[in-house]
């Protein structure tokens, strides 16, 4: 049965009703998360109008999570031609394609991710990490990294399928590598380290922490593939919390603060951009990926909190101790804790909405 919302989403696009973005974004995400293969089918179909949309590009979100193989053959029927894209489709077909675990264009994604075109290499890498890779393209993919190893600008992509010919002793290699490629290329990086899994967690937390990688929101969108990078390796926001408590004491003189003050300010900004993220539950374009079941109300208490009523150690207590409280972190922080309680409540509501649909549901509630 179709959702709702997938309805009600279908009648706005087809109405030409002019709809911010952002509130088609959140009708995707909706119909991502609660809706199924009916869903898919009618988005798809909608999609087909007028590809070239980016509004319409939006809708192979939910199709790519809610469709089956038997849809992503509808999509090679009418999103193909001659074993290449049509020019009016869009690439984040290839990504859909492969999440979806369709095997035909494996080829063509190799192909694509050689391309100077972003987009294409993008989604065809996306979309080769969901796909088995033949003896020929893992040699040639080998092959393509190590013309780009060292490289400040490449692929950026690329790096994100090491795990299809290599082993985990790679990532030293990595690592160094993204110490000194630009920051415009961090993308790939981090999903390659990441995909070797829970081995990679002080790794990838040591990259956060890592000035000179920039995984903050600063316009690349680094901060967004660390976020992915983070529940793939299995790095909990209670850990992160930690680490920048330790490294904020209150204890410190005036001449330590100094010394560490830089170090400091990143780690709190990195830490604060991936808590937005949290609170904005992006979904992961990575089928594999587990999800990660941190409370907002654990978060928060390790936030914001105060261990004792004599002294203000929680985070923005000590913005205020190494920074002054007219730091613009302190601001962010402030308007990180409203809205994690506003999350707060959404989480605790949602659980009491859960439970008391379970109890209607249950055959011993109608007993009287």
Known sequence: ???????????????????????????????????????????FELFCNQPEDYRYTMLLGPVMRCGDLELAEEMDHRCFEQN???????????????YMGYEKYTDYMMNCVETDDWHLSKDACLGLMHLPISKQHQERLRNELEKAYGQPLFSEFLPALCCKFSGPDIVPRLVAWGDEASTDCNAGLLLGIAAYGEDQRDCMKQILWNPGWELYSTGTGSHWWAYIAMQMVKLTFHELISDVKEATPLELENRDLEERAELIEHQLWVLHDLLELRLSQPLCPLRFVPETHEKLSDLYTQLFAWSTEHQDDSITGRIGHYFGVDHPLADKYLRLAT?????????????????????????????I
């Open 1 to 43: 049965m179709m959702l709702q919302q997938t309805e009600q989403l279908i009648q706005l696009l087809s109405n030409q009703i002019r709809t911010p973005a952002a509130i088609l974004e959140s009708y995707c995400r909706v119909i991502a998360l609660y809706g199924g293969q009916e869903d898919a089918a009618a988005l």
């Open 339 to 367: 809205r994690m309680e506003e999350g707060i409540f959404r989480e605790l509501e949602h659980g009491a909405w859960t439970d008391c649909k379970d109890k209607l549901s249950s055959p011993n509630e109608l007993q």
């Open 84 to 98: 290449k894209l049509k020019p009016n489709m869009p690439s984040e077909i290839l990504h859909v394609l492969g």
